[in-house]
């Protein structure tokens, strides 16, 4: 690995402040050194951007960049800033305010991504360790074995954008998403939108982040059986069907850059969400769609039957 590769790190802060100095620290601790902070602040009231201005001031404004979020919710604070921060990057990191990164985290991702075409939109992302509010580890999140797809993506989000990074090609297909159309979450659209164009999405084992888990989390850890009956409530409530359907319309306007075979299974997938039963079941299991555990796969089969995909 080489340090020539430049790394734009997008941090977006709303509120932050109880846990946003061990994670700039963690990200002044990187191995890799040959990066630029950016930061979008959506507007915090309780000394967010004090720290961000302390840090500023203490590493230099062409080492962190501090900008004014959209106001669009924090999928649209993380795509906007991947447009704002510019074109003059080879790899763009995500990162949340909360976690702490190791200190290998950006060093692998770069090696791992060195490594592929640079020609072909490219996701390096994986698994974390699980931490209390007081920095205690707490466990794994689940590990997944299938290989990452647009079968897979159009039902599941396999990893968290705080594990992202991402090639300037990803970046460029990204960015083009039609503005502040509703975005779930943006680590499953970017999943969805890079494997259905083509591109690779590449999910590491190993963990390289400490994702905090805490009663301020906007979207924390799966890995109980009380948050699987939570997602199986949400899936019964409907939930689910309204997350695809903006998937689905955010998706559409990509129509044109999708590969042939995700084109053909995109079009399926919208049609059989509101076939009647034998047809839909018939079809959906013609496309082969999977989730990465059986746990899910089973909510996958109940959701085909019930109509609620």
């Not at 020539?4 to 977006?12: M, N, P």
């Not at 800033?81 to 950006?106: R, T």
């Not at 850059?257 to 079809?283: G, M, W």
Request: charged share 20%; hydrophobic share 40%.
């Amino acid at each position: 690995m080489t340090i020539t590769k430049k790394v734009a790190i997008l941090l977006c802060t709303y509120n932050g402040n109880k846990f946003l100095r061990q994670q700039l620290d963690s990200i002044f601790n990187q191995l890799y050194t040959n990066w630029v902070l950016y930061v979008s602040d959506d507007g915090s009231t309780d000394g967010t951007q004090d720290i961000l201005l302390e840090y500023q001031e203490k590493y230099g404004e062409d080492k962190v960049a501090i900008l004014k979020g959209p106001g669009k919710g924090f999928a649209w604070n993380f795509v906007n800033l991947l447009e704002q921060c510019g074109s003059g990057y080879s790899y763009y990191a995500f990162s949340d305010q909360d976690d702490e990164w190791m200190p290998n985290k950006i060093s692998d991702a770069v090696s791992f991504l060195e490594q592929k075409p640079t020609d072909i939109p490219t996701v390096h992302c994986g698994r974390t360790l699980l931490i209390d509010e007081n920095s205690n580890p707490i466990g794994l999140s689940p590990l997944f074995n299938k290989k990452p797809s647009f079968r897979n993506a159009l039902v599941q989000s396999i990893a968290g954008g705080n594990t992202m990074v991402i090639n300037d090609k990803a970046r460029d297909l990204i960015i083009k998403t039609k503005k502040w159309d509703d975005i779930i979450s943006h680590d499953w659209w970017i999943y969805i939108l890079i494997t259905g164009c083509g591109g690779g999405v590449y999910y590491c084992e190993n963990p390289t982040l400490r994702y905090r888990q805490h009663s301020l989390n906007i979207i924390g850890s799966n890995t109980t059986m009380s948050a699987r009956f939570i997602r199986i409530k949400k899936l019964m409530d409907g939930h689910f069907k309204v997350w695809n359907e903006k998937n689905i319309k955010l998706l559409s306007s990509f129509s044109s850059t999708l590969t042939k075979e995700n084109a053909v299974i995109f079009k399926q997938f919208i049609k059989a969400r509101n076939a009647r039963f034998l047809s839909r079941v018939r079809a959906f299991a013609g496309m082969k769609l999977y989730r990465q555990t059986g746990f899910g796969n089973a909510g996958l089969i109940i959701a085909v039957l019930l109509k609620k995909l």
